[in-house]
């Protein structure tokens, strides 16, 4: 995959939250947390490490490219043709975390991925404002 031949397209999407950066990573790598928010999975923030997401709708395998824990997320994410990347940028803030979510490798004919992911993404991250809101920290 090159993503970066200029006809690539990226989802972006970025939440501040009220919460410390240690508290958005365990929700961001912890497969009983993934789970409340994302899909059900055998994640482990280690490179290298392959893993399946498993929601309703189908499975995406990805294997984890980076990790430096609490600031930086990179895996794969690979489902119905779509081969592409996600990163997780975390950013302490004085009222909690900059998170940015990046899912780049949209070729110009997967349309419906592209603006499928915009959706989903939004719905997860939604998911994740009210799981952090909610959970009990550590």
Known sequence: ??????????????????????????????????????????????????????????????????????????????AMGLESVVTWTLTETEGGTRLRMEQTGFRPDQTQAFHGARYGWTNFLDQLQTLLDTETPE
């Not at 410390?20 to 490179?47: C, G, H, I, N, Y």
């Open 1 to 78: 995959m090159n993503d970066t031949a200029p006809d690539i397209r990226t989802v972006v999407i970025e939440r501040d939250l009220a919460h410390p950066p240690e508290r958005v990573w365990r929700a961001l790598t912890q497969p009983a947390l993934m789970a409340e928010w994302l899909m059900k999975s055998d994640f482990a923030p280690e490179v290298g490490h392959g893993f399946t997401f498993e929601g309703d709708w189908g499975a995406v395998d990805g294997r984890v490219l980076e990790v430096e824990t609490g600031r930086r997320l990179r895996y794969t994410w690979e």
